[in-house]
């Protein structure tokens, strides 16, 4: 897989993480989806492997801006609870619902070992858990207590984001969230 950064990989992969925003992935073809994105299969093909290569590479630049976002989190503006709870607001925007199941879904096939969708799961906790203890450092927290606090967090978050998807219940999973950053306390 060729990488040209700022060049045609990175204008094709801006322009999937907006397609598959507003459409989704089911019966998404990439023939459809190139086309839509303005180039041709086969130039998706060259950039990214196959239809899963790109998908892969949408779900990790769907998180990485969830984590530049976190990141940019003004530290001084609350408790680490007012912070989670800003994220958690983030994360349930509907209009993220389809690249939330985007994830779950490449992600359940990563961990059944479907051909290219395996790199999806290098660091799919660890860049969370990193850039989690960062923040928690800048914030006076020792690594070793903000680390499996991050982990905790993490599962939560991405227990109920699956929640939400399955059944919809936004007041349930809210209310569950509540419950869960009412025990933070960093």
Known sequence: ?????????????????????????ADLSLRKLAAAIGTSHRMVIYHFGSKEGLLVAVVREVEERQRAAFAEIDLDAGSVAELARRLWRRLIDPALEPLERLFFEMYGQALQGRPGTTPLLERVVESWLDAAVEVAGRRGVPPEVARPRARLGLAVTRGLLLDLLATGDRAGVDQAMEEFLATIDM
């Open 1 to 25: 897989m060729v990488h040209v950064p700022n060049g045609t990989r990175d204008r094709l992969l801006a322009a999937a993480v907006d397609y598959v925003a507003a459409h989704g992935v």
